[in-house]
């Protein structure tokens, strides 16, 4: 069903997670990711951080105590398709665990074909799951599933 949309909706200006240490969190997705802080509201226990610039689009990292339930969320973040090449060294380098599709360790990113998109998944310290995804300038087959980035270049060479 194709509605004409109320509001033309033109993409996710921000995202929210949930961390059971504000300061810690504020450690990993500031000194780790390298986010840009666009504002810490201490009594609320929430921090925003900038992703692609100023006014671009926002995470909020929102702290809900030592309750124990506990939600994995996710957010992908937009990354060009050249830094996400050198995605698992880096992570590696920082003590994180880079992860495939299927969430096993990644020796390299995957293609989800459908979009087609080359990605590279890892955890935050709650356990959210974090994922770099560089869109990619190739037909789209939905039939492919999910494949290692080798595969994808071997079979776009083969075309």
Known sequence: MNEVPMIPIGGLFEAHLTVSDLDRSMLFYGGVLGLELASVVAERRVAFYWLGGRGSSMLGIWEAGSGP???S???AFRVALADLLKA???LRD???APLDFAGDA???PVVLAWMPAAAVYFRDPDGNLLEFLAMLD???APARGVVPWSLWLRDQAVR
Do not use: D, N
Request: charged residues 20%.
């Open 138 to 140: 190739a037909e789209a």
């Open 88 to 90: 698992i060294p880096a």
């Open 106 to 108: 990644a020796t390299e």
């Open 73 to 75: 969320l996710h957010v």
């Open 69 to 71: 339930q506990r939600m």
């Open 94 to 96: 920082k003590g994180i």
